[in-house]
């Protein structure tokens, strides 16, 4: 009945929450997804036409927004304030401005002590881009995951076109290297592989054969 904290860091359409959700399941802990919580926000602020780059009013906003993860039969649900903005917080228009948003330092403070308190008293697999350095760095499994830009745009580009999106794969691959490039270059914990994490390249590999390896490694300090 011990607790087990698991971060999964990487850069953008790794295949962290896929994963994530899956090794959750097995080992009956709560998924978090931190991204999701970048997203909501900046959903907000879009709405609010609030200056991306004015964190002091952006810091004001979050004081006054709850962001709830909520387990329902078909996944995780995003609850911001009342509403149920799950499919929202995907758009394009939110993916590519959540990196802005996500840069401010105490926007990342007031984020990671949400995240934290959130893992306080249950054992969890989170997914982000500064879990296994910042959230949680005691975590007894820390995994980056990484795969090629080529692998990464294709796999969202099959993905958007199943939900029936019309996307150009060369737009992918250039809003996939900008965010990462934003998201590793920022002053206030950037994305970064942990000392202690195990580094996993997916490039090759199934989903199921990446949740085996996340899962062994689990195993190794059950
Ligand atoms: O994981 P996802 O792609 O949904 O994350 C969206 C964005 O949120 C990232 O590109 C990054 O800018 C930000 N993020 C972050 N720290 C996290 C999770 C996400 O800065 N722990």
Redesign the pocket.
Known sequence: NEMIAIAI?G???AG??TVAKIVAEKLSCVYI???????AL?LKAINNQVDLQNEEVLVGLLANTTIKLKQSATGQLVILDTEDVTEE??SQEV?NN??????HPEI?RE??AR?QALAAHTSVV??????GT??LPNAEVKIFLIASVEERAKRRFEENTKKGYNVDLEELKKEIEQ??L??SQ?EA?P?IKAENAVEIDTTSLTIEQVADNILNEAYKVL
């Open positions: 860091d850069p953008a359409a962290k929450s997804d931190t991204g999701a919580m970048y997203r900046t917080i995907r993916t959540v990196s802005y948003v996500a840069m990342r984020m990671v995240q989170m997914d982000g881009r500064d879990i910042h959230v965010r990462d934003i998201d920022r914990s994305l």
